[in-house]
């Protein structure tokens, strides 16, 4: 079983960046599909960013250009570099985790990001 959390949220003012982490206990982090999502009140959970076992990684379109997905799987880590913040990127980001072969899915428990002069 695989166990995330996330770590970084906080109250950042418009325009300013975050650097959000997601540590994953066990040792399959490395095949697993990383991925944040967030979820702002009155709002349905949206998928922000995603980076395959290989690399390859994908984005919404509301954070193109803005933000990053990476990961260190030396660390079990994955980050996301969140620049240029507005504050529509308010909500609670959620890392998750896919082993497909395996057919199961990982969730963190959330770290909050606002947005706010």
């Known amino acids: 079983q695989v166990q995330l959390v996330e770590s970084g949220g906080g109250l950042v003012q418009p325009g300013g960046s975050l650097r959000l982490s997601c540590a994953a206990s066990?040792?399959?982090?490395?095949?697993?599909?990383m991925s944040w999502y967030r979820q702002a009140p009155g709002k349905r959970r949206e998928l922000v960013a995603t980076i395959t076992m290989t690399g390859s990684t994908n984005y919404a379109d509301s954070v193109k250009g803005r933000f990053t997905i990476s990961r260190d799987n030396a660390k079990n880590t994955v980050f996301l570099q969140m620049n240029t913040l507005k504050p529509e990127d308010t909500a609670v980001y959620y890392c998750?985790?896919?082993?497909?072969?395996?057919?199961?899915?990982?969730w963190g428990q959330g770290t909050q990001v606002t947005v706010s002069s």
């Open positions: 066990g040792s399959i982090f490395k095949i697993l599909a």
């Open positions: 998750n985790g896919e082993n497909e072969l395996a057919h199961l899915t990982y």
